[in-house]
């Protein structure tokens, strides 16, 4: 068996199968090669197993390899490569905008409004036909923190459904609801609105199902017309427009850094 370890990596290799054992901080070395200007991720995969790159001076020639950027010395070819600087931005995304780094029927992504030269992502995902604040960022360890349900950041959202909505329906989404994940946990609705053409509510969840707001409110037996997330955590739209963004602030990404397991 070869256990190869980079920084607070351990990874072992047995029969030519890797486990990822534990990491701590860390990310895909071909994934922090691609952030650093070498080349594109497969081309760095390929870097890699070619032997090429080393890691605090050991070559690293088998995937899966992890390393933490912040702490150590890569270089490829003998080039020392800089971990790219975290950013992180707020946007308040338009409808019809999609939150995936790419798409095969080319339409508008968030990653195409929030001009950077660092390669970001986005924080979880609003659907096509739903607006407001998504997070954008390149640090991968706060994003998978922020979208596990363990750690329940409270995400906020203005819902419109078609029709007067019951007492009945809405304790039923405050209690909970059974979708095929299992039962969501408890919500926080607020009426703000109510006739017999459409109703108005503010939601807080705790969780980030796939489209889990719709699904709810669809298994009470109310049709989403309109979507729109206004906070996350403490962090609110006051300021941004719709289709623009800003950099969040130094307080505010420790604010985040503060959700731990």
Not at 16 to 32: F, H, W
């Amino acid at each position: 068996m070869l256990r190869i370890i980079v920084s607070d990596v351990d990874v072992k290799i047995k029969y030519g199968i890797a486990e990822r054992i534990r990491i701590v901080g860390a990310e895909r070395l071909q994934k922090v090669l691609a952030a650093g200007g070498v080349a594109s991720r497969r081309r760095c995969e390929e870097l890699i197993l070619e032997g090429t790159v080393r890691v605090n001076g050991r070559v690293v020639d088998r995937l899966p390899a992890f390393v933490d950027p912040e702490k150590d010395i890569i270089t490829v070819n003998g080039r020392e490569i800089c971990a790219a600087p975290k950013v992180y931005f707020l946007l308040n995304k338009p409808k019809s905008v999609i939150c995936t780094n790419s798409d095969p029927e080319g339409r508008k992504k968030a990653i195409d409004i929030v001009k950077t030269r660092e390669r970001i992502f986005c924080v979880g995902r609003l659907d096509i036909d739903s607006t407001g604040l998504i997070m954008l960022t390149n640090d991968s360890e706060l994003a998978n923190r922020l979208t596990h349900p363990r750690y329940g950041l409270a995400k906020t959202y203005v819902v419109g459904v078609k029709g007067e909505v019951s007492g009945e329906q809405i304790e039923k989404l405050k209690k909970g609801v059974w979708l095929a994940e299992g039962k969501t946990s408890k919500v926080s609705v607020k009426i703000l609105r109510r006739s017999h053409r459409e109703s108005l509510m503010k939601v807080t969840i705790r969780e980030g199902l796939n489209r889990q707001i719709r699904r709810m409110f669809a298994k009470v037996g109310l049709l989403v017309k309109s979507l729109k997330r206004t906070q996350i955590g403490r962090l609110d739209a006051r300021g941004i427009g719709v289709g623009k963004f800003r950099v969040l602030t130094k307080d505010e990404v420790a604010y985040l850094k503060k959700f731990k397991m």
